[in-house]
């Protein structure tokens, strides 16, 4: 067995270990939410901050709530700080594990189409990542993770990373602070803020505008 095939395998079960952490495991999400309130803003600002960059990565299903919790607890503008933070953090820990672990087994196996597609995300990537995470329309997890099997740039990448995640984190965390505590008795109070609201609504139906835009141009490029 390769070396480049034994590190995709503990690749696999590095997100085998993050699937089976989602499924099992659950967060005390009152105790978080008590713990936050009761103390000092920058010191719940930096344990918030932590707790995502761990949630993030082991408990990718559960950091939505966190989302809503931050936003509660710290506001829209710290709690997106906060997340901005540990979002680069992120991008700089599962870019280069998947670079270390996969990288190898997928460059060996690259031929033809295959190798020049890789070569052009490459030399050439730059802006078609920037509005991936500029957009919510794919995952940052799964942002990172792709960009760190391709042979794309890691200075390039985590660039790309500071600067085109504040505005979609924003967005998030400002809605998610208008809600408040709400939210987690009626999810519908979500749609009727947006709706009410008309500086919102209008910032939504463009992101809206800019997802479908950008899902249409992936999908006609993967046509040619």
Do not use: H
């Not at 919510?136 to 500071?162: C, E, H, K, M, T």
Request: aromatic share 14%; hydrophobic share 55%.
């Amino acid at each position: 067995m390769t070396t480049g095939c034994k590190r995709l395998i503990i690749l696999i079960i590095f997100i085998a270990i993050i699937g089976i952490g989602n499924y099992y495991f659950q967060i005390d999400w009152e105790g978080m939410r008590s713990y936050l309130e009761g103390v000092s803003g920058w010191k719940a600002a930096i344990v918030y901050t932590l707790i995502y960059v761990l949630v993030s990565i082991f408990l990718i299903l559960a950091k939505d709530v966190l989302k809503i919790i931050g936003a509660i607890c710290l506001g829209a503008v710290l709690s997106s700080l906060c997340i901005w933070m540990a979002e680069v953090i992120n991008t700089m820990v599962l870019f280069s594990l998947a670079r270390y672990l996969g990288r190898g087994f997928v460059q060996a196996r690259l031929k033809g189409n295959a190798r020049r597609i890789d070569q052009r995300i490459g030399s050439s990537g730059f802006k078609g990542f920037l509005i991936l995470r500029l957009v919510p329309l794919i995952p940052y997890r799964v942002l990172d993770l792709l960009a760190g099997l391709s042979s794309f740039s890691f200075i390039q990448y985590f660039v790309i990373a500071v600067i085109g995640s504040p505005l979609r984190i924003f967005w998030v965390q400002y809605i998610l602070a208008g809600v408040g505590v709400a939210i987690f008795n009626n999810p519908a109070v979500l749609v009727d803020y947006i709706i009410n609201n008309k500086i919102i609504l209008a910032w939504s139906l463009v992101y809206l505008i800019l997802v479908i835009v950008v899902g249409f141009r992936l999908r006609f490029k993967q046509r040619i």
